[in-house]
């Protein structure tokens, strides 16, 4: 069975640039995860979707992020326009949906992003 | 405070003994309880989960959860040095959201 996808690996870009991540999860999760990991720290949730459904973006800057997940399958990241502060991992995630409170992650290599 | 609390370390143990980890959450809506290890430069990948009450043992890694306390542990036996790395506690609520402590280097000295 194929893991989480993401891609790029790595990313350098100039401030002020946009930035896009691909996510592919695991085929039959229907959950899916964005991350952001800053060295020494935990990772930080941006946003999940339920299928197509983002049901939480409540961390997600949303004056410069965007996240989409049109067919309920691959996602996509966007950061426009990017900020030295943005420079950190992004993980994407995914999971089945059992009961309410969610089951475990698997996580994909993640994107490790600098921003000059 | 962090909703999930973890001692950043580092803990250091000799190959052989026991580690033991640490968490503390403060939702008491929290349904479900992950322990996930990352060594440096990868992804975090799942150890356990548990989600009732008491202890549940896997191999030499043992979760133990109280709900009452808030309080979930990871006990590692017979440490070995592949062991060190970072251990990250994740905890679910009912609603599913998910949080990260930031996690407990640890390391296992030969």
């Known amino acids: 069975e194929a893991g989480v996808v993401q891609s790029p690996r790595y990313k350098i870009i100039e401030k002020k640039q946009p930035v896009a991540f691909w996510c592919n999860p695991i085929s039959g999760h229907n959950t899916l995860y964005w991350y952001r990991q800053n060295l020494g720290q935990g990772p930080e949730l941006l946003i999940r979707y339920e299928n197509e459904e983002a049901v939480d973006d409540s961390q997600l800057p949303k004056d410069r992020f965007s996240a989409e997940r049109l067919k309920g399958v691959d996602s996509t990241l966007k950061i426009q326009p990017a900020e030295l502060g943005d420079s950190a991992v992004y993980l994407c995630a995914s999971s089945t949906r059992s009961g309410t409170s969610g089951k475990e992650q698997f996580f994909g290599p993640g994107t490790r992003l600098t921003v000059l | ?110």
Not at chain 2, 4 to 32: F, H, K, M, W
């Open chain 2, 1 to 110: 405070q962090k909703e999930v609390e973890q001692n950043s370390g580092p803990l250091s143990v000799p190959e052989g003994a026991i580690a033991s980890l640490n968490c503390t959450y403060s939702d008491r809506g929290s349904q479900s309880f992950f322990w996930y290890r990352q060594y440096s430069g990868k992804s975090p990948e799942l150890i356990m989960s548990i989600y009732s009450n008491g202890d549940k043992e896997d191999g030499r890694f043992t979760a133990q959860l109280n709900k009452a306390s808030q309080y979930v542990s990871l006990l590692i036996r017979d440490s070995q040095p592949s062991d060190s790395a970072t251990y990250l506690c994740a905890v679910n609520t009912n609603a599913g959201k998910s949080t990260f402590g930031d996690g407990t280097t640890l390391t296992v000295k030969p």
